[in-house]
């Protein structure tokens, strides 16, 4: 099992930033992918951010050059820098892991982010 402390949310105004943090802790040594998934009051899940054990990052559409995601291996932690924060980017974003590429394995509990004046 991988368990997650995440940090960082918050209320921020539009075009605000936030730096979200996840530190995994457990089974962390079979961890492939580190990265973040969002959602917002009754929407589905989406994916935010990615990034593989060698760095290379993917985002998704809505925050591709906004948002960046960074990794930190001998910690076992990912983080989120998130700028120009508009009120869409209002949910609860999750932090995930896996132990292979492709979908997340585990995940935690998410942490509240509101954009709002």
């Known amino acids: 099992q991988v368990q997650f402390v995440e940090s960082g949310g918050g209320l921020v105004q539009p075009g605000g930033s936030l730096r979200l943090s996840c530190a995994a802790s457990?089974?962390?040594?079979?961890?492939?992918?580190m990265g973040w998934n969002r959602r917002a009051r009754v929407k589905s899940l989406v994916f935010v951010a990615g990034?593989?054990?060698?760095?290379?990052?993917n985002y998704g559409d809505s925050v591709k050059g906004r948002f960046t995601i960074s990794r930190d291996n001998a910690n076992n932690s990912v983080y989120l820098e998130m700028n120009s924060l508009e009120p869409a980017a209002t949910a609860v974003y999750y932090c995930?892991?896996?132990?292979?590429?492709?979908?997340?394995?585990?995940w935690g509990q998410g942490t509240q982010v509101t954009v709002s004046s």
């Open positions: 995930y892991v896996n132990t292979v590429p492709g979908p997340p394995t585990y």
């Open positions: 457990g089974s962390t040594a079979s961890i492939y992918d």
């Open positions: 990034i593989t054990r060698v760095g290379m990052t």
